[in-house]
């Protein structure tokens, strides 16, 4: 049988579920933010927070989903994720537009990894 590693889990949730070689993260939301580029940028820096207390990184993303609130804010959030995905190593990435938790929270990205 093949352990299951949680880190950051409270009743409701963990942040990080590590199975079978996989780091799946629950779906990252910082903010308030300005804008859709800064809430972003926050957010992928705390999933790079979230893949290093699993063991890897950004080099080793297998996929990421991305919902927007608003779809408008597709050019600002390509900015910042074109930024920080290293080249050559672009996951299998999904984008869609869905209203979120919070009315201040414009960018929800949700990523799985290899360890």
């Known amino acids: 049988m093949t352990d299951i590693i949680r880190h950051e889990t409270d009743a409701r949730m963990s942040q990080v579920v590590v199975h079978n070689g996989i780091a799946y993260l629950a779906g990252q939301i910082e903010g308030p ?3 859709a580029g ?3 940028r926050e957010t992928l820096a705390e999933i790079d927070r979230l893949l290093a207390l699993a063991g890897t990184d950004r080099t080793r993303l297998l996929t990421a989903q991305i ?3 608003d779809m408008t804010d597709f050019e600002a959030m390509n900015a910042a ?3 920080w995905v290293p080249e050559g ?3 299998a990435r999904y984008t869609g537009e ?3 938790a919070a009315p201040e929270y414009r960018v929800e990205i949700i990523v799985t990894a290899a360890v």
Do not use: G, I, M, V
């Open 33 to 35: 933010a300005n804008d």
């Open 38 to 40: 800064a809430q972003t």
């Open 67 to 69: 919902w927007l609130a």
């Open 81 to 83: 994720w074109d930024e």
């Open 89 to 91: 190593h672009a996951p």
């Open 98 to 100: 869905s209203k979120l």
